[in-house]
């Protein structure tokens, strides 16, 4: 069965950190490019973090310097390194994995920061 599942979503602090986790199953997944978006009150989902098949990633402007994205090929897992979290980084994160091309999204997790 194709499917991420993602995990590690929850309520911090500002200023504190958070790790979220995307597993793939039912796929290739160390052939796939992926990366997290997420979508906060203005809902609209914002891109975050890319990491291509080799490793090569990119951020959101919004994001750079405070998240890491990285994979690990052996686990089929992608994860979101989050630190220095501001209220602003309420959302829903989205992880995906493209699969052949085409994007495999998970149901998203809650992350929630309070001031």
């Known amino acids: 069965q194709v499917q991420l599942v993602e995990s590690g979503g929850g309520m911090v602090q500002a200023g504190g950190s958070l790790t979220l986790s995307c597993a793939a199953s039912?796929?290739?997944?160390?052939?796939?490019?992926a990366g997290w978006y997420r979508q906060g009150s203005e809902n609209r989902r914002e891109f975050v973090a890319r990491?291509?098949?080799?490793?090569?990633?990119d951020y959101g402007d919004s994001v750079k310097g405070r998240f890491t994205i990285s994979r690990d090929n052996a686990k089929n897992t992608v994860y979101l390194q989050m630190s220095s979290l501001e209220t602003e980084d309420t959302a829903d994160y989205y992880c995906v994995v493209f699969n052949r091309g085409q994007p495999l999204w998970g149901k998203g997790t809650l992350v929630t920061v309070s001031s």
């Open positions: 990491i291509g098949s080799g490793g090569i990633t």
């Open positions: 039912g796929i290739i997944f160390k052939t796939s490019d």
